[in-house]
């Protein structure tokens, strides 16, 4: 230790920054100088700089992605751990880029439910708690985390009525904005005004702040947000896949979507011109980070008939929407005909979903082979993962007193919920009951009064 003390503060940085993240979790137990230093913003976002670097230059081992996924076991199987009963069981875990092998398995907070992965940056994942088989959707949760360091930060709920319903689309996305040195979560929502025109509704929430505002520059557009694709966090914005409300043709449905986070400006980017080689088929795509470049990967699913097809643009110029190059362009041989691209991994392969053996493969568009791997499961989720040390100071423990509390008020709120939504069944139930009374009893006094005119009518006679 006397020798580190005598070396220049700038070497020690360079020294620490080459180390693994639990070897720093370790050096900040050897002095209060280090401790100090370790959690300094400025070595944080050196130490990430420096793990891309050594990533990039000799292809690091501990290339990862996060993978999210459930296991379930069908009931006396025999093959669950828990009595054999049915049971989904949630799985996180990193995993290897380049032998698809679990390097890490994550433990998640018990007894806070399930929260879905919406978005992630610099090492840290934007997670939102929907409460489950409400008829309002209500989401009311917003978790980010570090599955590194395995630090957690609660942040406190938007201004707006924070839900979602068949007229709103509500997506979050989460970016770095290096003029500040801050993380940000944009919380996006579709309000319909017509069949063509949407109000983006948009809220941000500061990590430094600790607070949300509110975007005042809302006006109508006219496209939507095409459901639970990738966001992409690029160059200090957020990138969403939408679709054109204001035409039919397929190839010029999509487009991209992004919000500046320091300016807070919504642009709308325009996609490369392709054309559809099956007029009858289906085209969706989504955004991704490739090589350092912004990237938009378009499927097309021709249908019943003929090879589903995935290109790859590489967005060349940032500022300049017509500078997208073709990367790739991969036709599908028959033994991948059900698979569909979720992650585009920074090694070249791609992360597949096979929906008809309901399993994840990594598939090489080189070889247009299965390479690595088989995973089988349900509702798999994939990041692209760099390991960091953000919410090293921000975050709290999985055990903390504060988390326990987190889960003990998500526990209460879901159960008052599903009683207000039992007594909405109850009451529409007693509503209806009450309805076909009145009918019933409309119904006998118009065929008393006919039956008395009829009477009538027979006595006149």
Not at 303 to 326: C, M
Request: with cysteine; charged share 25%; proline share 3%.
């Amino acid at each position: 230790m006397s020798q580190f003390e005598s070396l220049p503060l700038e070497t020690v940085v360079d020294i620490l920054s080459r180390l693994s993240i639990a070897s720093l979790g370790r050096c900040r137990c050897v002095c209060k100088s280090w401790c100090f230093l370790i959690v300094d913003p400025f070595f944080i976002n050196k130490q990430l700089c420096v793990n891309r670097h050594q990533r990039s230059i000799d292809g690091d081992p501990n290339h990862y992605f996060f993978l999210a996924y459930s296991i379930v076991f069908e009931r006396d199987c025999g093959k669950s751990p828990f009595g054999g009963e049915y049971y989904d069981y949630s799985c996180h875990s990193l995993q290897c880029s380049e032998t698809f092998e679990e390097r890490k398995r994550l433990q998640f907070p018990t007894g806070i439910g399930h929260f879905s992965v919406k978005s992630s940056c610099n090492g840290v994942l934007c997670l939102l708690r929907c409460l489950d088989n409400i008829a309002c959707c209500y989401s009311y949760a917003i978790i980010l985390w570090n599955p590194s360091i395995n630090k957690f930060k609660i942040l406190p709920k938007p201004h707006g009525q924070f839900q979602s319903s068949s007229d709103e689309d509500l997506s979050l996305g989460l970016g770095f904005v290096p003029q500040t040195n801050d993380y940000k979560v944009v919380s996006l929502s579709m309000t319909r005004n017509s069949d063509v025109f949407y109000r983006p509704q948009i809220e941000m929430y500061s990590l430094n702040t600790d607070s949300w505002t509110t975007w005042t520059g809302t006006y109508d557009v006219q496209w939507m947000l095409c459901g639970e694709t990738n966001d992409a966090s690029f160059n200090g914005a957020v990138h969403w896949t939408a679709r054109k409300t204001n035409t039919r043709d397929d190839d010029l449905q999509l487009l991209i979507v992004s919000f500046h986070l320091a300016d807070e400006v919504l642009r709308e980017i325009c996609l490369p011109e392709y054309h559809c080689n099956y007029p009858n088929g289906r085209n969706y795509g989504f955004t991704s980070v490739i090589y350092g470049k912004l990237a938009f990967t378009i499927v097309r699913d021709p249908g019943s008939y003929g090879q589903n097809v995935w290109e790859i643009w590489l967005l060349e110029d940032y500022d300049y929407d017509e500078s997208w190059t073709k990367f790739r362009y991969i036709t599908r041989v028959p033994t991948c005909r059900d698979m569909v691209p979720l992650q585009f991994l920074d090694n070249g392969e791609f992360v597949v979903l096979d929906t008809w053996k309901n399993r994840l493969v990594v598939f090489d568009v080189k070889t247009r082979q299965i390479v690595g791997k088989v995973m089988h499961g349900t509702g798999f989720k994939v990041v692209n993962y760099t390991q960091s040390l953000v919410l090293l100071e921000e975050g709290i423990d999985a055990s903390s007193a504060e988390m326990s509390s987190f889960a003990k008020e998500l526990k209460e709120f879901e159960d008052e919920k599903r009683e207000e939504e039992k007594r909405e069944r109850v009451e529409k139930r007693r509503k209806g009951e009450e309805e076909k009374e009145l009918v019933h009893i409309a119904r006998r006094v118009i065929k008393g009064v006919m039956e008395f005119f009829k009477t009538r009518r027979d006595s006149y006679i």
